[in-house]
């Protein structure tokens, strides 16, 4: 089950085109960025990069997504032998093109009450205003939103597939709440890199600056700040957002995406 995304994106409108010229050298910038501000990326190849691409594109499209101006994606791929992020820039017409990324961990199986991170297409909008981490410790003494400050994405309620044993007659998938976040850094973020959440996107604590500091997500934050002041409260003082910026969380699953393309590749041709 994916989450559908059939509406132009509401953030958009009225958002000063960006020439092309200047998309490229946002493009750049924000690339040195990421490699001055986020330590341990992922390594970017020819490769790579249109492996990202083509599974960003391949999730909207399956969304009905409308692409109707530059703007920053970022995606998730769930495989759990990838456990990956990429910050890709779609755009309406020509290329897209991957920022970089780094490793995350989503919902893991075989746990109770353990959810598998589901796939979509997720908006940040006004009808959800996220937070920031207290940092506090609980009862196992981690911080499981990370340090005091920490953002957290909120994509609201989205129905995933219980990663343990399902109980006959009960349902296998449930609304839980979608969240991207740090975690504790002396205890968990080194464990980033494979399946363990309950079903939220746990992300590295530099990637998780980077992505606040730069408003990567923050379009429609972006306008609300104008005339709510719980906007104004949430986003960073002093921050930097890039023209770039969309509010669009993308998850796919390439292990799923490559089985789909075998199977359609063995069916007879009509």
Known sequence: ???????????????APVPDEAVELEMLRLQDILAREVPHLVPRTAASDAA?????????ASAEMVIDR????????????????????????????????????TGSAGRF????????VFRLTDAVLGYRAEGTLNENG???????????????WQVAMKGWAVSPGKPDRTPIRLMMHATDPARLE?????????????????MNRFLD?????????????????????L????????????????????????????????????
Request: net charge positive.
């Open 113 to 120: 009450d353990h959810y598998i991170t589901p796939c979509g």
């Open 213 to 233: 500091r730069h408003g990567v997500l923050d379009s429609e934050y972006e306008r609300l700040t104008a005339t709510d002041i719980r906007f104004r409260s």
């Open 52 to 60: 990202w691409i083509a599974l960003a594109r391949a999730e909207t």
């Open 1 to 15: 089950m994916r989450a559908r995304a059939a509406e132009p994106d509401p953030a958009a409108a009225g958002l």
């Open 235 to 270: 986003l960073l003082p002093g921050r930097e957002p890039t023209p770039l910026a969309g509010n669009t969380l993308v998850v796919a699953d390439s292990g799923e995406q490559a089985t789909a393309t075998t199977v359609a590749s063995r069916q007879p041709a009509p």
């Open 70 to 105: 530059p703007q920053l994606l970022v995606v998730v791929d769930r495989n759990p032998l990838v456990q990956q992020l990429a910050i890709v820039l779609a755009r309406p017409d020509g290329e897209w093109q991957a920022v970089g990324g780094t490793k995350v961990s």
């Open 190 to 206: 080194q464990r980033i890199g494979r399946p363990a959440s309950q079903g939220c996107i746990r992300i590295p604590s530099a």
């Open 142 to 156: 981690i911080r499981g939103l990370g340090v005091k400050g920490m953002r957290v994405w909120d994509f609201g």
